[in-house]
């Protein structure tokens, strides 16, 4: 005799096997954060989040690479002290950040040289904290006019660390995946898709440039053809934007998120917009009378919507989840949930 099924229950199923077949394929991805600080030096909060969502690995930068005004030469700048021991079970992925700027006024043929160096410098930063590393991971905005320089460059690096059985892996945006025919493809292991930073830093107040999901959505529908091996990384930061006479002038420490309001060297206008009542320093930035400072912060549901429209157009799952950045700033907005919700769409 056959069994009959209720009609409710045949919606039912045909719901969960939606809901389950948006969900990538694979392996579920590590658990990571960014660390984007000059000083290693984890708070209590820091430290149990890591506990918590049990990550097992770190992208700690441990120096920019500008050019020189003077000299007109590359050179590393903000080098990472730590101050600290690592927290164990943690693996440890060293990031360089590489201006665009830097890369225009190089010269192609001296970008061996440029790897070289940072490669030692990498290595001197890791050797007097004992760190050892499996990674290496270059952070670039890099252009239609600078990527041959710029693949030079990681071609130099990818070479002298697969002699140490190490892979260098790349930041990638998403213009970069839309129109990889003319961006090109870098010269690497795996890329980070940066699943933030997608529009344009304006002086009007017109959307947000960290996160727009419209916006994100006129470029994931190439993902799943791009031929690196692709990570992921979300944001859950924020920033202070300073703009004078309609004209962005510098982007402020994050920790004036939490200090502007209730400052009363300012008019509050709404909750992320501030006027200066008169001229004074700031944690060392210059504010000039009538400046605005507004902020641009990403919120628990932001993240969750990111993560949920990033996983819903991926076909395998990243091998990394990672989050920018680790910071007391950011994290105190989310509850243990958020991040697991963050997580669990992969």
């Known amino acids: 005799m056959i069994a009959k099924v209720h009609p409710w229950g045949v919606v039912f199923l045909f719901c969960l096997l939606i809901f389950w077949g948006c969900k990538p394929t694979g392996p579920k991805p590590r658990h990571s954060f960014y660390y984007w600080r000059t000083e290693f030096k984890l708070s209590a909060m820091e430290k149990q989040i890591l506990t918590e969502q049990e990550c097992t690995r770190l ?14 030469l590359p050179e590393p700048v903000g080098v990472i002290s730590f101050n600290e021991p690592l927290p164990k079970g943690i693996e440890i992925i060293p990031v360089v950040y590489i201006t665009n700027e830097c890369l225009k ?17 990498i290595q001197s930063v890791s050797d007097h904290s004992r760190i050892s590393f499996p990674e290496i991971q270059i952070d670039c905005d890099w252009s239609d006019g600078t990527r041959d320089k710029y693949f030079s460059l990681l071609k130099s690096i990818h070479n002298a660390l697969h002699t140490q059985k190490k892979m260098l892996s790349a930041t990638i945006r998403l213009h970069q995946i839309k129109y990889r025919e003319r961006t090109g493809i870098p010269p690497v292991d795996r890329g980070m898709l940066m699943f933030y930073n997608m529009g344009k830093l304006e002086a009007s107040e017109a959307g947000n440039s960290i996160y727009d ?16 091996p692709l990570d992921a990384a ?27 309001p209730g400052d009363s060297s300012f008019i509050q206008y709404g ?6 009542k008169h001229s004074f320093f700031l944690h060392g930035s210059y504010i000039m009378k009538d400046d605005v400072l507004r902020i641009e912060a990403i919120q628990p549901g932001t993240t969750i919507t990111a993560a949920k ?10 091998g990394v989840i990672t989050l920018f950045d680790l910071d007391t700033n950011n994290l105190k907005k989310y509850h243990e949930d958020d991040f697991k919700k963050i997580y669990n769409f992969f």
């Open 271 to 276: 909750t992320n917009k501030f006027t200066a």
């Open 213 to 228: 999901s419209s916006l994100a959505n006129k470029y994931v529908g190439r993902l799943n053809e791009y031929p690196l």
């Open 105 to 121: 006024k190089c010269h192609t043929g001296n970008m061996p040289d440029v790897g070289a160096k940072i490669l030692r410098l």
């Open 309 to 318: 429209q990033l996983s819903s157009n991926l076909k395998t799952r990243p």
């Open 59 to 72: 992208y700690i930068r441990y120096f920019d690479v500008e050019l020189n005004s003077v000299t007109n």
């Open 234 to 260: 979300l944001p859950i930061f924020g920033w202070v934007i300073q703009i004078r006479d309609n004209q962005i002038i510098a982007l402020l420490p994050k920790r004036l998120i939490t200090e502007l």
